[in-house]
C-alpha cells in the first residue's frame, strides 16, 4: 500500500509549522459548539443543555497494534479515530470531539502527516465530529497514536449501553461479521494478496467502520448491554458476561463468518471466534427488543444485527460462555481473545 | 532515586488483571457526577449545568520526557498528571477527570506500575479529579504515558484565558521562579547532587505544582490572557505575542530566578530565560487588574505573581520579545525553547 512518499521530513519542518499545518486541516469545519480548538492550551467545547458527556481514549503503537510497511499513514489515520468512535457508539453516545497525540521519529514526510490528519477529520465528519486539539512529540523509537474522544448523550431516562446490563432470556447479537480483521491481518502477515476476497479482509482491518448510527439506534429501541468487538467474540464476550453476572450460549452455526473465510483458512473458526479488531458492536437485548432492533435497522437501510445466542443465568461455577452447535451439543470454552503482555 | 522493585512483572500478571487492580485504585473515589468509570467502553460524566468543558492532552515517552533511571514510578505519575493540569489551569478551568494510557514494557513490577496510578490518584484529589479510564498497551521499546484531562468552567461571562487575549500595556507576570526544572535536568544530567539547593530543583523537575487554585483566581480576577510555562519563557511568550498580534518587553532584572541556580550555573540566565517544564503560568493583565491578582493571592495565601515585564504594539516588524536590562537597553531575541524535532 505504499507510494512513494512526498513532501519535506518532519525533522526539516519542525514541530510548530507542523502543528500550524495540522491546525489548518482540523479547523476548517469548526461546530458552533467549539469554542477554542487547536491553538491554545486545551480546547473547550460546550455541550447541549441536557447532555452526558462520554469519554474514551485508545493508543495505536507501532509494531504493536500496525506495521507501518503494511499500512499508510491516510488509513492510519482512520483507524486511529475509528477504534475511538467504536467506543463511543458501544456506549450509545454521539462522538463530538476528538484530541489526537501524535509521536514521530521525525524521518516521515509531513505529507504522511497531513494525510493521517485529514483522513481523521474525513472520517470524523461523516459522524460530525471535529479534531480539538492533541500534541506532537518526538518518538525515536517508533510511532505511538494516541486518541482522545469526546462525545455527548441526551438525559432522557434511557441508561447508556454498558457491558453490566445483560439479562437472562436476553437474545446476544452482532452488528455485522466476525472474522473479517484478523483475516486481513493474516492476509497482511503471509502475502496473500491473491486469495479470494482479500481486498475486503484488508479493509475490514485497515479500515473498520465504527458502527455509530447502530450504537446511537440500539440505545434509543430500549437496549441496555452492548460492546465494541475489538479482542474478539470469545475475549469480548466473558467481560459481559463477568460484569452482568450471566451466562452465555453461542449457537456457532448463526456466526455470521464470510464464506471467504471459510475458504480462505482451515482454522476459520477460531478467526471468528477469537479474532481481534472486527469493531462491530456486540449486544444482548430482550428478544421483542431485538425484533424492534432489526425492524428500525432496516428502515434506516443499516444491515439488520444477527442473533448469535443467548444469555442463561450463570451456575454455580460462576459466569461462563458455551457453545452450542447444530446437535445441540454443548462446549464450555476457556476465555481468551487478544491480551497484551501475555504471550 | 530508585529502590529495589517489588511485586510480580506486569507480563506475568497480565493486562486484565492489571486493569482490575488499576480500577480498584481509581475507582476509590468516584464522585457523583462520575455516572461510569474505569469498567466499560467508555467514561461517562455528568458536566454540572451551565459549564463549558475543557479538554488537554500530553504524552510523555521514554527517553524524549523522561528517563526511568532519573525518577521512580510515583513522580513519573505524578508528572504525567501534573502537566495536564497545568494546561486546564492556563485556561482558567478547574480539572474533573482524567484519562490515562499507559504503554509497558512487561518487564515492570506490578507494584511500581500501581505506584504510578496511586501517586497520580494522590494529586488529582488536592483537585478533586477522579482517573475515570485509560487504556494499557504493550511498549517494546520504551514506556509511553498519554494523559486527557477534562475540566470544567462555569459560564459566567468571563472568558476563558487564551493565549489571544493580551493587550498593549499589560502587565507580564508569572506566578513563581523560572529556570528551577531545567536546572533540576541539568543536576541529574551531570549527577550534580551536591549542589547547594539541588533538592528543589530535582523536585522542581519531577514534581512540578500544577497552578490550579491560581488559574481559577486568575480568571475571578478578570486575567484574559495566559499559558503555562513549558517550553521555557522565550519559547512559550512568544506564542502569547503572535496569537494577541503584541510585542512583549521583559525586564530581565525582575526575573524570579532563585540564588541557588544564579550560583550554581554561569549559564542561569539561560536556564531562567529558555528552560522548559516550569510549570508556572505566564499571563498579562491591565495593571489594576493585576493589582486586584496579587491582593487575592494574598488572601487565599497563595504566592503573588511577579511581574516580569510590559506588552506593547507591535511594531512594524511584526510580533517581537524584547529584553531590558536596568540601564534600559533593549535587545530583540530570537524566540526559542524547547522544540521537538528540531536539532
Given at each position: 500500500?505504499?507510494?512513494?512518499?512526498?513532501?519535506?521530513?518532519?525533522?526539516?519542518?519542525?514541530?510548530?509549522?507542523?502543528?500550524?499545518?495540522?491546525a489548518r486541516i482540523a479547523n476548517g469545519a469548526a461546530p458552533r459548539r467549539l469554542k477554542i480548538g487547536i491553538s491554545d492550551d486545551a480546547a473547550a467545547w460546550r455541550p447541549p443543555a441536557g447532555h452526558d458527556v462520554?469519554?474514551?481514549?485508545?493508543?495505536?503503537?507501532?509494531?504493536?497494534?500496525?506495521?507501518?510497511?503494511?499500512?499508510?499513514?491516510?488509513?492510519?489515520?482512520?483507524?486511529?479515530?475509528?477504534?475511538?468512535?467504536?467506543?463511543?457508539?458501544?456506549?450509545?453516545?454521539?462522538?463530538?470531539?476528538?484530541?489526537?497525540?501524535?509521536?514521530?521519529?521525525?524521518?516521515?514526510?509531513?505529507?504522511?502527516?497531513?494525510?493521517?490528519?485529514?483522513?481523521?477529520?474525513?472520517?470524523?465528519?461523516?459522524?460530525?465530529?471535529?479534531?480539538?486539539?492533541?500534541?506532537?512529540?518526538?518518538?525515536?523509537?517508533?510511532?505511538?497514536?494516541?486518541?482522545?474522544?469526546?462525545?455527548?448523550?441526551?438525559?432522557?431516562?434511557?441508561?447508556?449501553?454498558?457491558?453490566?446490563?445483560?439479562?437472562?432470556?436476553?437474545?446476544?447479537?452482532?452488528?455485522?461479521?466476525?472474522?473479517?480483521?484478523?483475516?486481513?491481518?493474516?492476509?497482511?502477515?503471509?502475502?496473500?494478496?491473491?486469495?479470494?476476497?482479500?481486498?475486503?479482509?484488508?479493509?475490514?482491518?485497515?479500515?473498520?467502520?465504527?458502527?455509530?448510527?447502530?450504537?446511537?439506534?440500539?440505545?434509543?429501541?430500549?437496549?441496555?448491554?452492548?460492546?465494541?468487538?475489538?479482542?474478539?467474540?470469545?475475549?469480548?464476550?466473558?467481560?459481559?458476561?463477568?460484569?452482568?453476572?450471566?451466562?452465555?450460549?453461542?449457537?456457532?452455526?448463526?456466526?455470521?463468518?464470510?464464506?471467504?473465510?471459510?475458504?480462505?483458512?482451515?482454522?476459520?473458526?477460531?478467526?471468528?471466534?477469537?479474532?481481534?479488531?472486527?469493531?462491530?458492536?456486540?449486544?444482548?437485548?430482550?428478544?421483542?427488543?431485538?425484533?424492534?432492533?432489526?425492524?428500525?435497522?432496516?428502515?434506516?437501510?443499516?444491515?439488520?444485527?444477527?442473533?448469535?445466542?443467548?444469555?442463561?443465568?450463570?451456575?454455580?461455577?460462576?459466569?461462563?460462555?458455551?457453545?452450542?452447535?447444530?446437535?445441540?451439543?454443548?462446549?464450555?470454552?476457556?476465555?481468551?481473545?487478544?491480551?497484551?503482555?501475555?504471550?
Amino acid at each position: 500500500m505504499r507510494v512513494a512518499a512526498s513532501g519535506r521530513l518532519v525533522r526539516e519542518v519542525g514541530e510548530f509549522a507542523l502543528i500550524d499545518q495540522i491546525a489548518r486541516i482540523a479547523n476548517g469545519a469548526a461546530p458552533r459548539r467549539l469554542k477554542i480548538g487547536i491553538s491554545d492550551d486545551a480546547a473547550a467545547w460546550r455541550p447541549p443543555a441536557g447532555h452526558d458527556v462520554v469519554i474514551t481514549t485508545d493508543v495505536l503503537m507501532e509494531r504493536v497494534h500496525f506495521r507501518l510497511d503494511w499500512t499508510d499513514w491516510a488509513s492510519l489515520g482512520y483507524k486511529a479515530l475509528a477504534v475511538n468512535l467504536s467506543d463511543i457508539a458501544a456506549m450509545g453516545a454521539r462522538p463530538r470531539l476528538a484530541l489526537i497525540d501524535l509521536a514521530l521519529r521525525g524521518s516521515e514526510r509531513d505529507q504522511e502527516v497531513l494525510d493521517f490528519y485529514r483522513s481523521a477529520r474525513r472520517l470524523g465528519q461523516r459522524f460530525g465530529l471535529v479534531i480539538a486539539g492533541g500534541d506532537t512529540s518526538r518518538a525515536p523509537n517508533g510511532v505511538v497514536i494516541a486518541v482522545t474522544v469526546v462525545g455527548d448523550v441526551p438525559r432522557d431516562g434511557r441508561p447508556l449501553l454498558t457491558r453490566a446490563a445483560a439479562r437472562p432470556g436476553d437474545v446476544i447479537a452482532v452488528t455485522g461479521p466476525l472474522g473479517l480483521a484478523a483475516a486481513g491481518l493474516r492476509v497482511l502477515e503471509r502475502g496473500l494478496k491473491t486469495l479470494d476476497g482479500s481486498p475486503a479482509m484488508q479493509a475490514a482491518y485497515h479500515r473498520p467502520q465504527p458502527r455509530v448510527w447502530e450504537g446511537l439506534l440500539l440505545r434509543r429501541c430500549g437496549v441496555r448491554a452492548a460492546m465494541d468487538l475489538s479482542d474478539g467474540l470469545l475475549g469480548d464476550l466473558p467481560k459481559i458476561c463477568e460484569r452482568s453476572g450471566v451466562s452465555a450460549i453461542i449457537e456457532t452455526y448463526r456466526l455470521p463468518v464470510p464464506n471467504a473465510i471459510k475458504w480462505g483458512f482451515p482454522d476459520w473458526r477460531d478467526l471468528a471466534l477469537r479474532g481481534g479488531e472486527d469493531y462491530e458492536l456486540l449486544f444482548t437485548a430482550p428478544p421483542q427488543v431485538f425484533e424492534r432492533v432489526c425492524h428500525v435497522f432496516r428502515r434506516a437501510r443499516l444491515r439488520p444485527p444477527v442473533s448469535i445466542g443467548q444469555v442463561v443465568e450463570a451456575g454455580a461455577e460462576g459466569p461462563q460462555v458455551k457453545l452450542r452447535d447444530l446437535l445441540g451439543k454443548l462446549e464450555v470454552v476457556e476465555p481468551g481473545g487478544y491480551t497484551h503482555f501475555k504471550t
